[in-house]
T-cell receptor, first 113, second 113 residues
């Protein structure tokens, strides 16, 4: 599995966009980028995933660079409830991995009023 | 909208006790997982199960066993609890095939004294 590098912490003002970076320079062609988040005292929650193209859903947008060596998770209008640890995971499809995920240390995002 | 539930949010046990952590999912998923989460170590996979009565070891199975008698229920057993098993325990389920999302329970914070 490709190694990911994320900043340990970030701050964001409420109502502004939160841009969370992730470096994965050794990603291989069949590996996806998954994002999960974990709000304090809760289990992780799936946010979004992508392979090559940018993706958007009701929670966030995922921007993957053309060379796929890095990506950015964007929360367009951060709220206090978005304060959480965000995990970037690079992995082959869950099907090929038997559903197993490997979580690193993630980025602790603090959204401030 | 409850999908994965765990029997206790907080549990305190004594060293040497046998401990059962229960997890139930209501999504008819075949795949279920047990992780533990410790500061600085992230989430680590203990055991997983692809079907009823089937189980496989994850990365840190020592000191644990599991039981999957029914599809919806996956139990983690600490045969003789030790203080180094004090941790947050997270259960997850996955629908298989090309489903990309893994669903997590709220976690059980176990303290062994």
């Amino acid at each position: 599995d490709a190694k990911t590098t994320q900043p340990p912490s970030m701050d964001c003002a409420e109502g502004r966009a939160a841009n969370l970076p992730c470096n994965h320079s050794t990603i291989s062609g069949n590996e996806y980028v998954y994002w999960y988040r974990q709000i304090h005292s809760q289990g992780p929650q799936y946010i979004i995933h992508g392979l090559k193209n940018n993706e958007t859903n009701e929670m966030a947008s995922l921007i993957i660079t053309e060379d796929r060596k890095s990506s950015t998770l964007i929360l367009p209008h951060a709220t206090l409830r978005d304060t959480a640890v965000y995990y970037c995971i690079v992995r082959d499809s869950l099907y090929n991995q038997g559903g197993k995920l490997i979580f690193g240390q993630g980025t602790e995002l603090s959204v401030k009023p | 909208d409850v999908k994965v539930t765990q029997s206790s949010r907080y549990l305190v046990k004594r060293t040497g006790e046998k401990v059962f952590l229960e997890c139930v999912q209501d999504m008819d998923h075949e795949n279920m997982f047990w992780y533990r989460q410790d500061p600085g170590l992230g989430l680590r996979l203990i055991y997983f199960s692809y079907d009823v009565k089937m189980k496989e070891k994850g990365d840190i199975p020592e000191g644990y066993s599991v039981s999957r008698e029914k599809k919806e229920r996956f139990s983690l057993i600490l045969e003789s609890a030790s203080t180094n098993q004090t941790s947050m325990y997270l259960c997850a389920s996955w629908g298989g095939d090309q489903v990309y999302e893994q669903y997590f329970g709220p976690g059980t914070r176990l303290t062994v004294t």
